[in-house]
């Protein structure tokens, strides 16, 4: 099938509104590796007959970064000129496959005059495959060990931990769980601003740390459901030498490429 | 009893209540010199939060066996309080086990109850203190924590003992008694259901030895147990009281959620042309952020008053775990150390702070501290009583960018990505919509 990207200006144009607007994200949208997750979600999307749009080039950063730096001005900033974006086009749900985002969106855009029904990727997955709309084909990874390392910002600060597990039982596969996991997860080490600054001095990288850790259950996939701990894993996969036996996805590349998409 | 002790009694039982009074003014003054928030909205979820996770202890269950001992001793703590109600007033009115006559059969079963969770919190603090003192818990060891090293390990170890100490005193006291009930000295409501089984030790001493025993750990138990009161207003076992307002006032937003500044936002808004000036004075913004403890909010002071050090969040902490300087039980230290020295100070200086020339940033906690956070909520996951470090050290790096504009290279480098390009990396805003290329 074709896939179609339609921006919110097309649809604005042409008089029409999208189910859902796809918050894409900075990584989504310039991360070479990250892009592919976009990618796989756009195909699942067409795929299953969603009506969303994107909103291209007039998408800019929600500010999380900042904010967690402590630059609240920069932030502030960003959000209030994202949220004229989105109440222009009157924008009532959001999906974003970045839990920052996701966060930044949800909980501290409403303070801001923002307000949106936000969900993240994988609860959008998970209730189109509960609602029987997306299928998943279990083939390539039936009864294969897949762990799920759990992101910050998804699950301790917003209490999701069940939907990429269940998507990742919908797939058929051996679902492995660390031992730090759920609301004990431990953090690839990315958040807070990390990302873009070298740790402190210490005896070892965080991502290190995790991804012993996410080997030790013996998995060859390592399913993730962010950008930046699918930066911090597949590092740490790669700091371990592990990078042809292990292999590091996005929740919807797993959908995806199950599907054969 | 003669009336000296009875006067005895009540001097010095009013000397504790002013001590612990004046105690209790100063800790509020300085939770006081924090910033105002308002946390009372939805009353009905904050007490069903205060029941469970201080009245029933609903986290510390995440680690059962511990969850187990920490309930005896709290449970030893509530309950045997209302035996110490019968011996406060036997006290006063020079009676001895006033509330015996008055309960008949069931009194000696009430005691015998009060004795089991006597024997329990004995057997539970000394595997604290045997488990404290040989290493086996990292996160309680000075060797891996500096901030646990010189008072933090006195004070644990001298609460630990403390409580053994008058547990020992209370069924000391019950054999004693129980052996000069049997012969006929005082009026027979026992033996009890664990104190008898020390009957054996002291039933070779006489009479006048006995009631020496009995009436020496009497004042020994209750002069400890006064005592103990005022040491918990000055310790980290202050966690005892604090638990139960610092649950309720806890925060009920999701966790991610940082508090917004609406001074930022009203600039903000006025230079994307989006709010004309309405002519108004600007309201004294005050410091961005913050440098000292009087710039966070009274709760996050709260906090610090509430912690018992047991260190869960620092060893959750992924930088923590990794080697890096920050340890959230530091962060929570260091600011009630903050606040003890100001509160020393206004004591010294007739209720006004004089100037020390100190401050929270910098003098306690260290930026490299702050910069090592990853902002992953475990440590605010891990707190048994819902401390909130994370949100000390945000607005501690919020002061350090605003005000001071001192952040590391690299940040600078992606504040001005986003200023320019919107994005955190170097790209060019118009190249952001060119992954759809990539979808067929």
């Known amino acids: 099938m074709e896939y179609k990207v339609p921006t919110m200006a097309d649809l604005t144009a042409a008089g029409e509104t999208p189910e859902v607007l796809f918050w894409v994200g900075c990584a989504g949208s310039f991360d070479d590796r990250y892009k592919r997750v976009t990618v796989a979600f756009v195909r699942i999307l067409n795929q299953v007959g969603i009506k969303f749009a994107v909103l291209g080039t007039e998408e800019s950063c929600t500010g999380d970064p900042a904010r967690r730096a402590g630059n609240e001005f920069l932030f502030q900033m960003q959000a209030v000129a994202n949220i004229e974006v989105l109440n222009m086009y009157g924008v009532k749900k959001i999906v974003t496959a970045c839990p920052h985002c996701f966060n930044t969106l949800k909980n501290e855009y409403p303070d801001l005059g923002g307000n949106y029904e936000v969900i993240h990727h994988s609860t959008f997955l998970q209730q189109l495959i509960d609602d029987g709309r997306l299928k998943v084909q279990g083939g390539a990874f039936k009864g294969r060990k897949i762990t799920y390392h759990d992101s910050c910002y998804l699950g301790r600060a917003n209490d999701v931990y069940e939907a990429p597990r269940a998507i990742i039982t919908a797939l058929d596969a051996d679902l492995t769980e660390m031992k730090r996991s759920r609301k004990n997860g431990l953090c690839c080490g990315a958040g807070g601003g990390q990302m873009f600054k070298e740790p402190e001095p210490g005896k070892k990288d965080v991502n290190v740390e995790r991804i012993e850790e996410a080997l030790g259950t013996g998995a060859e996939t390592v399913a993730v459901a962010c950008p930046f701990c699918m930066v911090m894993m597949t590092d740490g996969v790669k700091n371990k030498e592990k990078e042809d036996t292990v292999k590091v996805f996005d929740l919807a590349e797993l959908v995806a490429s199950a599907n054969g998409w | ?440």
């Not at chain 2, 630990?160 to 027979?188: C, F, H, K, T, Y």
Request: hydrophobic fraction near 45%.
């Open chain 2, 1 to 440: 009893m003669p009336v000296v002790q009875q006067v005895l009694f009540a001097l010095v039982l009013g000397f504790v209540g002013w001590t612990m009074f004046r105690r209790i003014s100063v800790i509020k003054k300085t939770i006081a010199l924090g910033k105002p928030e308002d946390l009372t909205d939805r009353p009905g979820e904050r007490l069903s939060t205060m029941l469970r996770i201080a009245f029933g202890q609903k986290k510390m269950f995440d680690r059962p066996v511990v969850g187990v001992l920490h309930f005896l001793v709290y449970a030893g703590f509530l309950l045997i309080n209302l035996e110490v109600l019968e011996i406060v007033l036997d006290g006063l009115f020079g009676t001895h086990r006033l509330l015996a006559p008055l309960l008949g059969g069931f009194y000696p079963i009430l005691i015998g109850f009060f004795e089991l969770l006597a024997l329990g919190v004995l057997v539970a603090c000394s595997i604290f203190l045997i488990r404290r003192n040989t290493g086996s818990v990292p996160r309680l060891s000075p060797a891996r924590h500096r901030e646990l090293n010189g008072w933090p390990v006195k004070d644990a170890n001298t609460i630990l003992v403390i409580e053994i100490v008058l547990m020992i005193a209370i069924l000391s006291m019950n054999a004693a008694d129980s052996l000069l009930q049997e012969r006929g000295e005082l009026a027979a409501t026992g033996p009890y259901l664990v104190s008898r089984w020390l009957m054996p030790l002291f039933s070779g001493l006489g009479d006048g030895a006995l009631h020496a025993i009995e009436r020496g750990a009497w004042w020994f138990h209750i002069l400890g147990i006064f005592a103990f009161a005022v040491y918990v207003t000055y310790s980290k076992h202050l966690h005892i009281f604090l638990a139960f307002p610092n649950t309720y006032f806890t925060r009920l937003k999701p966790k991610g959620e940082m508090e917004n500044m609406p001074a930022v936002t009203k600039e903000v808004k006025l230079m994307l042309g989006l709010q004309t000036d309405s002519g108004e004075a600007p309201a004294e913004p005050g410091r961005f952020g913050a440098k000292d403890v009087m710039d966070l909010s009274w709760k996050n002071l709260m906090d610090a008053y509430s912690c018992t050090e047991c260190g869960r969040c620092t060893a959750s902490c992924p930088a923590n775990i990794t080697g890096k300087k920050l340890s959230p039980r530091k962060i929570m230290m260091d600011t009630r150390d903050r606040l003890e020295d100001l509160g020393r100070n206004m004591l010294a200086n007739g209720g006004e702070i004089k100037d020390d020339g100190k401050f929270l940033l910098g003098d306690y906690i260290t930026a490299e501290e702050l910069r090592a956070c990853t902002t992953c909520q475990a440590c605010v996951e891990a707190c048994p009583v819902l401390i909130n470090p994370l949100d000390i050290i945000l607005q501690l790096r919020r002061y350090q960018v605003m005000e001071e504009s001192d952040a590391p290279a690299s940040w600078n480098s992606m504040f001005q990505n986003l200023e320019n390009n919107q994005a955190p990396w170097k790209f060019s805003p118009g190249d952001r919509f060119n992954w759809a290329e990539k979808v067929n």
